[in-house]
């Protein structure tokens, strides 16, 4: 049998281009003699639909949509598992995060979801029903199940506290699946990205060849929604758990092979080059799929904007970025020295505005209501807030989006000005912790041979630069640190009294999670970030603003 | 018997807080003597504490404090029901929003609710796991059953997209209660406010009583959490469905009263006068829960800073709020004068910043990039950002938050400025249409007795006032229109094709759909608002950014 995984970038709710690309693909794949094409979880509407689900004129379209592909499956061969959104508005009104499997201009199989995951940015509940009827269909005598993303992680996992219906019992679709005969499981998915995790799926899949002798195609979207990157790596093992093919990597791919049929292929995985793509392709996506060719950020001689900078270079082409310096009174010339050197490297424009006579201006104007009172923290924000306003204005007159550079690190903790450096279409490196920032602008330098990054704004002392002097370790413990008690109370939610257990002091944790938990309202109004951990501040992560918790 | 309703107003995860709270009501209401004390849906937590329940310290902390309650009734008569988050963190690991029934020290009765939301606002299935027994216990001779919220709606609905499980089964557990003999059926909730669901809900319940002869009592939360503003207006109705006893709306109220006993009440509810109180309780805890005692704002001559400050002024006292009239080269003399005379009635400080210098230094600091490009948006954006630093600066060096102005036909349209007069802690009037602006206003000044908000600012053309001769109108669909269609589209999820057919010209539905599509991005980044419809924008509207949609 020859399969064809049709690992797609679809456009969300882009009912007719997501169409023309289901039967581009099938085309051609069909050209190259498969047998059987798969494509991913909820192909036809793409990944993750939100609220749009509600309005019923979508839902509908999705299902003409299907309509249209079976039409054109009519006079060829292949056949075509493809994910969409079945539905009956008849009595009761039911969605389901669905299968079908078309055979010549008819849909011969259907099979929903069983597991609905309903945790971080899932929220498959809120739209969907379960499965309740399992089912396999045969092509070339080989008989095939069908699972849809969370339905394959439940096979053999030692967790007890997912892959429960709402009674509290355990549900296993593959071992259902196994139980009615398949020989061959197929997963199609919509997984996003997050460090560690491809390598967590590829073993997992392996072991449940393994041990219960079945084969296993997994087919995953590729492409940025939103915060969500999906990282695409479909691939195949065969009953003995060897990975035999492997499709693209943060990028569309169309792989034609003989089902079961290949060497064995190795499986290691780089978590930084993955981070690196994922970057890119959420950045790439993001704009792109919402029509913006041009970018614009602010470069204050840090990591961070250099960071992003050489993202957005990689993205859209250094071209289309338009980075801009903009000393305060406090910057030292070092700031604008390396960010030009920074731009050189990268070959992009850069432009410097100085903000000194604005922020004179603002005090000046301010001076009636604030009289005699000492500066403080307001002044800083003042400095940070013109920057805002410099580099929106750019983004309104030229159409450039504006990229927001803050990192995980500094977003937890606050150490950031709303409206000021959290401006932004999108945040890319919010889900970054600091300690990791380094470590990838390491890789990158390392990669391009040179130091594309300067050592100087590698290795200069962290600083806002909006009083003199001022340094983040002023206010902030060592990023190391701080890296740590973040990881441990935001992605492994543990508690204040655990994470001084795991060996942090007992008042750098306190101080660290009362700043992470007073700043919930400066991230309610923050752009949305590309995710890459386990937990990324968002739409998956819902904490109420007003609260008196004790952690 | 004699029954009390505690109708309290919990701080989220305020454990201990809650609790001396519960106690102290049970101690008053003991003094009364009542037989049964009845609390809110998950009162020793507060409603919603959303994913804060992911931390499992915080959820012993709630079973602890339900000891402590226990506890503390080991030496009383009173029977207490109160509503709190039961958990089995063995196999599997369950929560379950529950009611425990206490007497004598011990809990003597749970019940689990069954119906859990996962629509709009609501994420319980998120969190919980559903009821799967039900039953009844006896107090003074009568058979008593525990809903929750969500529960008692299935009762006598005709709907049938609702109240199912997820099998797509119809479950009542009212229904269920009363096959198992119980005479009066408790509902414990945490509803949120929404314009004319207070009619609805005591219909409901006078009709439920009336054809199931039961009595029933029915405790709301009261208080602002974050967006929601719940309401309280607790009530009780007896077999015949008379409505004879009803709680305090918008305030914590104790209600000591013999169960059954008492004339019939007027149940008629004034939607404007429930707004208004609604929007006070929102502001008032939103800013009193999060240690905030001043507010500023904007006030630009308009009629939605003039009701914003009316409301601030009744929420927290016209001596905590500070109004600041920034005019541009644009701005009528009107609309500074108005301003003041506005301040004048409500006894609250104003002050002028004219923003005329800085734009001109913006201008010119942004000369070397915008060169001799035409002045457009970016000029109009440039002014409310100026406004939005200005504003910002007064609540960082004075403490005071700053309120948002924009009502939702502004919010819907994307007829503002990100990081512009979008800046803000809460959005006042943010799920206010702005006919229904028109209105409240005029309510107001029918209240005072006189033009509290001064007959100019009401009668005005609606103006941003950022480029000459500008008006609401040249850009927008008049309001009445406006209105109709952001009705129908966002709260009742409408297509174009079906608003067309409700009676809209298609040119003007298809220019709205398409502005309020566009702007998604910005209300990604607003304030929190005070909801006040069945959609507001906001944590209960999910609606993905990057798309190509079609209504």
């Known amino acids: 049998m020859k399969v064809a995984i049709a690992q797609i970038n679809p456009i969300i709710a882009d009912i007719e281009g997501n169409k023309k690309k289901i039967l581009d693909y099938?085309?051609?794949?069909?050209?190259?003699?498969?047998?059987?094409?798969?494509?991913?979880?909820?192909?036809?509407i793409g990944y993750p639909p939100m609220d749009l689900l509600e309005n019923t004129k979508l839902v509908r379209?999705?299902?003409?949509?299907?309509k249209d592909?079976?039409?054109?499956?009519?006079?060829?061969?292949?056949?075509?598992?493809?994910?969409?959104i079945d539905f009956?508005?008849?009595?009761?009104?039911?969605?389901?995060?669905?299968?079908a499997v078309i055979s010549r201009g008819e849909i011969i199989f259907r099979q929903n979801k069983t597991l609905l995951p309903g945790y971080d940015v899932f929220d498959e509940y809120r739209y969907f029903s379960p499965a309740t009827e399992w089912g396999v269909f045969e092509l070339k005598g080989i008989k095939i199940g069908i699972t849809i993303c969370e339905d394959i992680w439940a096979a053999l996992s030692k967790d007890n506290s997912r892959f429960l219906d709402l009674r509290g019992y355990r549900l296993d679709p593959v071992k259902i699946l196994k139980d009615k005969g398949a020989d061959l499981i197929i997963n199609i998915s919509a997984s996003p990205y997050i460090k560690g995790k491809r390598q967590i799926r590829m073993e997992m899949l392996r072991n449940i060849s393994r041990e219960l002798n079945l084969s296993i195609i997994y087919v995953n979207q590729v492409g940025g929604n939103d915060s969500l990157v999906f990282d695409g790596n479909s691939f195949c093992v065969n009953q003995k758990g060897e990975l035999y093919r492997h499709a693209k990597g943060f990028g569309?791919?169309?792989?034609?092979?003989?089902?079961n049929i290949g060497n064995e292929l190795n499986s290691e995985v780089d978590d930084i080059d993955d981070i690196i793509n994922a970057l890119i392709l959420g950045l790439r996506d993001y704009m792109g799929k919402s029509g913006f060719k041009k970018a614009v950020l602010g470069l204050s001689g840090g990591i961070d904007s250099a960071l992003t900078a050489v993202i957005a270079c990689k993205a859209i082409g250094p071209e289309n970025v338009f980075g801009i310096t903009m000393p305060s009174v406090y910057s030292s010339s070092g700031s604008v020295n390396d960010s030009y050197a920074l731009a050189k490297n990268l070959a992009m424009r850069i432009e410097t505005i100085a903000i000194a006579d604005l922020f004179e201006q603002f005090k000046r104007d301010l001076k009636a209501i604030f009289g005699d009172l000492?500066?403080?923290v307001t002044e800083e924000n003042i400095q940070a807030r013109i920057r805002g306003v410099l580099l929106m204005s750019v983004s309104n007159k030229t159409g450039a989006m504006l990229l927001s550079t803050g990192n995980k690190s500094e977003v937890a903790t606050g150490y950031c000005t709303l409206y000021g450096d959290?401006?932004?279409?999108?945040?890319?490196?919010?889900?970054?912790?600091?300690?990791?920032?380094?470590?990838?602008?390491?890789?990158?330098?390392?990669?391009?041979?040179f130091d594309l990054i300067p050592r100087a704004i590698i290795e200069k002392a962290p600083s806002a630069e909006l009083r003199p002097g001022q340094k983040d370790q002023d206010s902030l413990p060592p990023y190391e640190i701080l890296d740590g008690i973040i990881e441990l109370y935001i992605e492994q939610k543990l508690s204040l009294e655990e994470i001084v257990a795991a060996g942090y002091e007992r008042e750098t944790v306190a101080y660290t999670l009362r700043l992470i938990n007073m700043n919930e309202y400066k991230r309610f109004q923050a752009a949305p970030g590309i995710k890459v951990t386990s937990k990324a501040f968002g739409i998956g992560r819902r904490i109420p603003l007003v609260k008196r918790y004790n952690p």
Chains 1, 2 share one sequence.
């Not at 379209?61 to 299907?66: A, H, I, K, P, R």
């Not at 061969?77 to 969409?84: D, E, F, H, L």
């Not at 569309?252 to 089902?259: G, K, P, R, S, T």
């Open 26 to 44: 099938i085309k051609k794949a069909e050209g190259n003699g498969a047998d059987l094409i798969i494509f991913p979880e909820l192909a036809t």
């Open 61 to 66: 379209d999705n299902l003409n949509s299907l």
């Open 69 to 84: 592909i079976a039409q054109y499956c009519k006079d060829i061969n292949s056949t075509v598992v493809v994910g969409y």
């Open 88 to 99: 009956d508005y008849d009595n009761p009104p039911m969605l389901y995060n669905s299968a």
């Open 252 to 259: 569309e791919d169309l792989l034609v092979f003989d089902h």
């Open 374 to 376: 000492p500066e403080d």
């Open 422 to 449: 959290m401006c932004g279409g999108l945040a890319v490196i919010s889900d970054v912790p600091k300690t990791l920032v380094y470590k990838i602008a390491e890789r990158i330098n390392k990669d391009a041979g």
